[in-house]
């Protein structure tokens, strides 16, 4: 069963990317004011949608994996996910839209 889960997750990132790149824009968001992230979360979710562990991420932004941790946490609550998937899935409707 996590196989199987893992298999969905691995699916959903790279339509993600798949859409971001046919946006023109591959990962970058659009900035909007009242935006629901600071510019450090949407960095960070942007590196999620991208496939990035939060170890990877951490590295890429030289910052600790526990910042990246809460940083995900903080994410998650402010959009209301209970997963990386969709925040990535965000992300792709956020450099569309």
């Known amino acids: 069963m996590a196989q199987a889960h893992a298999g969905r997750e691995h699916e ?3 339509t993600c990317r798949e859409v971001r790149e046919l946006s023109g824009r591959p990962g970058e968001l659009r900035e909007r004011p009242g935006a629901p992230l600071t510019r450090r979360e949407q960095e960070v979710a942007t590196l999620i949608a991208d496939g990035l562990s939060s170890k990877e991420v951490a590295e890429r932004l030289t910052i600790s994996p526990r910042t990246v941790d809460g940083l995900v946490e903080r994410i998650l609550r402010k959009l209301d996910f209970s997963s990386r998937t969709q925040v990535a899935s965000w992300v792709a409707a956020s ?3």
């Open 12 to 14: 959903a990132l790279r």
């Open 95 to 97: 450099a569309v839209s």
